[in-house]
């Protein structure tokens, strides 16, 4: 039903910026939280930032000095602005959603992930 597809990824030099969006679907309430994983080489999946329908936001603490989450609900969609990348931001980014159907029931959906690779 939800569906969630990520753009923007790309390579970069150490020092740059990318922005990531993720444009969802398939539902009609604001996700109660919007968010980005990431999953590097031999790594496994960790949270880079989610953002609430209230507003309430939340970093790891490796970007917090780095990164910007936003969310645009009248478009569905969620952005990942990533300044200052470090080689070590390489990874595939996975956008995640939880929120609840006009049934009522619950979904938690991810996108299909954007590589992003940070050159030194």
Same mark, same amino acid.
């Given at each position: 039903?939800?569906?969630?597809?990520?753009?923007? @990824?790309?390579?970069? $030099? !150490?020092? %740059?910026?990318? /922005?990531?969006?993720? &444009?969802?679907?398939?539902?009609?309430? =604001?996700?109660?939280?919007? @968010?980005?994983?990431? $999953? !590097?080489? %031999?790594?496994? /999946?960790?949270?880079? &930032?989610?953002?609430?329908?209230?507003? =309430?936001?939340?970093?790891?603490?490796?970007?917090?000095?780095?990164?910007?989450?936003? /969310?645009?609900?009248?478009?569905?969609?969620?952005?990942?602005?990533?300044?200052?990348?470090?080689?070590?931001?390489?990874?595939?980014?996975?956008?995640?959603?939880?929120?609840?159907?006009?049934?009522?029931?619950?979904?938690?959906?991810?996108?299909?992930?954007?590589?992003?690779?940070?050159?030194?």
């Amino acid at each position: 039903q939800v569906q969630l597809v990520e753009s923007g @990824g790309g390579l970069v $030099q !150490a020092g %740059g910026s990318l /922005r990531l969006s993720c &444009a969802g679907s398939g539902y009609i309430f =604001s996700p109660y939280i919007m @968010g980005w994983y990431r $999953q !590097a080489p %031999g790594k496994q /999946r960790e949270l880079v &930032a989610t953002m609430t329908s209230g507003g =309430s936001t939340n970093f790891a603490d490796s970007v917090k000095d780095r990164f910007t989450i936003s /969310r645009d609900d009248a478009k569905k969609t969620v952005y990942l602005q990533m300044n200052s990348l470090e080689p070590e931001d390489t990874a595939v980014y996975f956008c995640n959603a939880n929120g609840k159907y006009l049934s009522g029931r619950n979904f938690d959906a991810w996108g299909q992930g954007t590589q992003v690779t940070v050159t030194s």
